[in-house]
């Protein structure tokens, strides 16, 4: 496995066509190759260009879906499933990001459900999680969370395959989309109490990965954190100017 981390890019709903989001990729396919030593880039753009976007991409980037939202192919209008993400080579998902789980008031069964489907695809599930306020009840929020999605997986699938086939993003709700200036003492407290959870559940912890309110100003600090395998940046890392100052802070 690579040692370097991860840059994931979350482009949400943007750009709004095809030849923005070329212009974007092809911007990012150059930053990416400037960091190539010490990160590798992931990128989640809007469904319908995955394809489209499958063939321009050189230096390593990687496409993600935003979301799947349903186990298997059926009567799902409008849904993604993991096979058919597998059958079309993209190969990595979030599940369950915080916005996808108030869309669809997703439940932490459901959601345990989406992975499983994930990984008896061998489809890479990054999944989110999460306190919905800031403080010292956080850690009991997104370890019930856990156990509620994780456990009936440890049922299913040796420990060593789940630790490979996910990696967890923390996102605070508070800190998505929020412009916050981060207390990177708080976060790292609550990624070391949640990689000693998951050492506890799976022997071993899978990557983990910080997302809310990362900008040019933190994310060096932010990947500099021990416990951090990789950051998640929302929708400013689709406007053109701020991602090339992303990238240019960890040059
Ligand atoms: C996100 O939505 O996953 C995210 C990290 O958003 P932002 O960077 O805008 O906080």
């Given at each position: 496995?690579?040692?370097k ?6 482009w949400?709903a943007n750009p709004?066509?095809l030849?923005?989001?070329e212009v974007?990729?092809e911007?990012?396919?150059?930053l990416?190759?400037l960091v ?10 809007p ?7 499958n063939?321009?991409l050189?230096?390593?980037?990687q496409?993600?879906?935003?979301t ?6 059926g ?11 597998k059958?079309?080579?993209i ?7 915080s ?7 997703l ?6 459900d989406?992975?499983?489907?994930c990984l ?5 599930a990054?999944?989110?999680v999460?306190?919905h306020q800031?403080g ?5 929020e997104?370890?019930?969370d856990l156990?509620?999605i ?5 049922t299913?699938y040796?420990t ?6 996910i ?6 709700l ?5 412009q916050?200036?981060?207390d990177?003492s708080?976060i790292t ?10 050492i506890a ?12 309110s990362?900008?040019r100003?933190?994310l060096k600090?932010i990947?500099?954190i ?8 929302g929708?400013r890392?689709?406007?053109k ?5 992303l990238f240019?802070?960890v040059?």
């Amino acid at each position: 496995m690579s040692s370097k981390k991860i840059l994931f890019l979350n482009w949400k709903a943007n750009p709004s066509s095809l030849k923005e989001t070329e212009v974007l990729v092809e911007t990012t396919n150059h930053l990416a190759l400037l960091v190539k030593d010490k990160l590798d880039v992931i990128i989640a753009p809007p469904p319908v260009y995955l394809l489209p976007l499958n063939h321009s991409l050189t230096s390593g980037i990687q496409l993600a879906s935003q979301t799947v939202d349903v186990t298997t192919n059926g009567p799902h209008t409008g849904s993604i499933y993991p096979a058919l993400l597998k059958e079309n080579n993209i190969g990595i998902t979030l599940v369950a990001h915080s916005e996808d789980r108030a869309k669809k008031q997703l439940t932490s069964e459901q959601i345990s459900d989406l992975l499983d489907a994930c990984l008896k695809n061998n489809l890479k599930a990054v999944l989110c999680v999460g306190e919905h306020q800031k403080g010292d009840e956080a850690i009991k929020e997104i370890t019930q969370d856990l156990d509620l999605i994780l456990d009936p997986i440890i049922t299913k699938y040796p420990t060593s395959f789940i630790t490979s086939a996910i990696d967890i993003a923390y996102e605070p709700l508070w800190a998505i989309g929020a412009q916050k200036i981060l207390d990177l003492s708080y976060i790292t407290t609550q990624l070391l109490a949640i990689k000693e959870y998951l050492i506890a559940k799976l022997t071993s912890s899978p990557r983990l990965f910080y997302g809310g309110s990362v900008d040019r100003s933190s994310l060096k600090q932010i990947l500099d954190i021990p416990e951090v395998d990789g950051v998640l940046i929302g929708e400013r890392s689709a406007q053109k100017e701020w991602l090339e100052e992303l990238f240019q802070s960890v040059i």
